[in-house]
Nanobody, 114 residues
Framework: QLQASGGGLMQAGGSLRLSCAAS????????VAWFRQAAGKEREFVAS????????DYAESVKGRFTISRDNAKNTVSLQMNSLKPEDTAVYYC?????????WGQGTQVTVSS
């Protein structure tokens, strides 16, 4: 089970840090990703971190602004979001899996005002 937290309301240019905690699942043994879904739009990939080796991938729209990281001791994955833009407004979901993202959290709302 995955639990996402850390969302909220922020002005453009500000920062938020999302956290995803796992129970019954070891993040270090799984690839973990963040996705987001804005109102009226399809869910889109934001960032991922590979299992075992912490190599990260990012959507072009967030490169240089967002950083995904994993804390194996706490079994959490975080998404540091800097220089937020109104277009970052969405519900953010964390997901984990081996060859596919089989496990999903409930989502946390991020709203960025202009």
């Amino acid at each position: 089970q995955l639990q996402a937290s850390g969302g909220g309301l922020m002005q453009a240019g500000g920062s938020l840090r999302l956290s995803c905690a796992a129970s019954g699942l070891t993040f270090s043994a799984h690839a973990v990703a963040w996705f987001r879904q804005a109102a009226g739009k399809e869910r889109e990939f934001v960032a991922s971190i590979r299992r075992i080796v912490s190599f990260a991938d990012y959507a072009e729209s967030v490169k240089g602004r967002f950083t995904i990281s994993r804390d194996n001791a706490k079994n959490t994955v975080s998404l540091q979001m800097n220089s937020l833009k109104p277009e970052d407004t969405a519900v953010y979901y964390c997901a984990a899996g081996l060859s596919a993202y089989d496990f999903w959290g409930q989502g946390t709302q991020v709203t960025v005002s202009s």
